[in-house]
């Protein structure tokens, strides 16, 4: 689920990014926005496939839970470093939202 929301917003993003008009000087930063917003969308998919190679090559059960939860700490660092953020740029985020 939280895949999945992290999917739609990066799509929302790039939409945004895609019908913005904006002067040429800006270009480098624009890119800089999309490239960011698509390895945003392809990590879920590839953290996906990770986690099925490697728990397919797993024999035992605590070494797939202990997958799972190193998984699950990578796929949420993006979430915790934005949590350091002062309040102001989070509610501004909030807004383009």
């Known amino acids: 689920m939280n895949l999945y ?12 990014l895609k019908r913005m008009k904006g002067n040429k000087k800006n270009l480098k930063g624009r890119f800089i926005n999309i490239l960011l917003c ?3 969308m ?14 397919g ?6 070494m797939i839970i202990k997958s799972f939860v190193t998984l699950s700490m990578i796929a949420t660092v993006d979430q915790k470093f934005v949590a350091t953020f002062p309040p102001s740029v989070r509610e501004n985020a909030k807004k383009i939202n």
């Open 57 to 62: 090559q797993e024999e035992k059960f605590s």
């Open 5 to 16: 929301e992290i999917m739609v917003s990066s799509q929302k993003m790039l939409t945004y």
């Open 42 to 55: 392809v990590h879920p998919i590839l953290l996906l496939i990770t986690l099925i190679i490697t728990n």
């Open 38 to 40: 698509s390895m945003r």
